[in-house]
């Protein structure tokens, strides 16, 4: 009797062990409350600050984020620089542009090692970044879970595979999401952010010149900034109304055949996603609570949690 309820006493003890690594590994919002009670208010005072002194910087640090969880999970390995014996992601990332908020991630990790050494992770700072810069341009807010942990290798190979590209149709679009398991209306909501931001001319020079699912002055007027030769790194909003301002008004432009990318585009093209974009073009709040339900989504792609990864000293390099 004695030895039977030793047993259920170690079994018991078992359970509870299981359950606190479970908790210990899950990301939570409250995850710096105790650690480093100022983080989230750092953050968002740096990107605040950033985007005051320029608002084209909103999508590319939400673009941060994006292309660091599609590539090996949410692990800011997007961050971290090429050196002799080692390769990054970003040198593969076609639109540099896409990663030029990493020197506001770099600022705002240097005042948290002064607020709080190896604490908050470079993983969990481009996280919250980026929910910040939804909300800076007037885009829904969302918990970002947090307890993130900071990889020491990166994934180039998965540049090619994993991430979604301006040139893809719609069969494409839906397989590239599908791999990360989205669904059709989530990638839509998800392609939403597209209502903010700009695109260098080489991305979009094809369409204006060569597709006919474009409407005339429209094309023409981007003509004007995307000559057929040169001009490559010139820009253009991917919304035409109102880029600076997180709204619908990216879908009511894919309806009226002003998409800037082929790949938006496509969304609207007589295919299986036209009535998702036109209910996102007349239903504003429910493309908000929709895109904040996917950017949480993406932010619990394969985390490194508990004593997997490192706190990097620095975003750009490894401990």
Avoid at 58 to 80: N, R, T
Avoid at 271 to 283: K, L, M, Q, R
Avoid at 296 to 309: A, Q
């Amino acid at each position: 009797m004695a030895a039977i309820k030793l047993c259920i006493n170690c079994l018991f003890l078992c359970l509870i062990g299981i359950a606190s690594a479970d908790s210990a590994n899950k990301l939570r919002p409250d995850f710096y409350n105790l650690q480093c009670p100022l983080a989230l208010q750092t953050i968002k005072e740096e990107v605040t600050t950033a985007l005051r002194k320029d608002p084209t910087m909103g999508l590319p640090l939400f673009s941060l984020h994006f292309i660091d969880c599609f590539l090996q999970g949410c692990d800011a390995s997007i961050l971290l620089k090429d050196t002799q014996n080692f390769t990054g992601e970003q040198s593969g990332v076609p639109d540099t542009g896409s990663t030029n908020g990493t020197d506001i991630i770099e600022r705002i990790k240097g005042r948290l090692e002064k607020l709080c050494p190896g604490v908050v992770s470079c993983a969990d700072i481009v996280a919250v970044a980026a929910r910040d810069s939804i909300v800076a341009q007037g885009g829904p807010s969302w918990n970002v879970g947090l307890g993130r942990r900071d990889s020491t290798t990166a994934n180039i190979s998965a540049v090619s595979t994993d991430l979604p590209s301006p040139f893809m149709n719609l069969s494409q679009l839906l397989a590239t999401f599908a791999k990360k398991n989205f669904t059709a209306k989530e990638m839509v909501a998800f392609t939403g952010v597209h209502t903010v931001g700009f695109v260098r001319c080489l991305f979009f020079r094809t369409r204006i010149y060569n597709e006919s699912n474009i409407d005339p002055s429209y094309a023409r007027s981007l003509q004007a900034k995307c000559p057929f030769v040169g001009g490559d790194d010139n820009l253009a909003p991917l919304d035409r109304s109102t880029p600076h301002r997180f709204d619908n008004a990216y879908y009511k432009n894919l309806v009226v055949k002003k998409g800037l990318l082929h790949s938006d585009q496509e969304l609207y093209n007589g295919g299986s996603t036209d009535s998702i974009v036109e209910f996102y073009a007349s239903n504003a709040l429910h493309f908000r609570r929709d895109f904040a339900n996917t950017a949480i989504k993406m932010g619990n792609f394969g985390p490194l949690t508990g004593t997997h990864g490192q706190i990097r000293k620095q975003c750009s390099k490894v401990n």
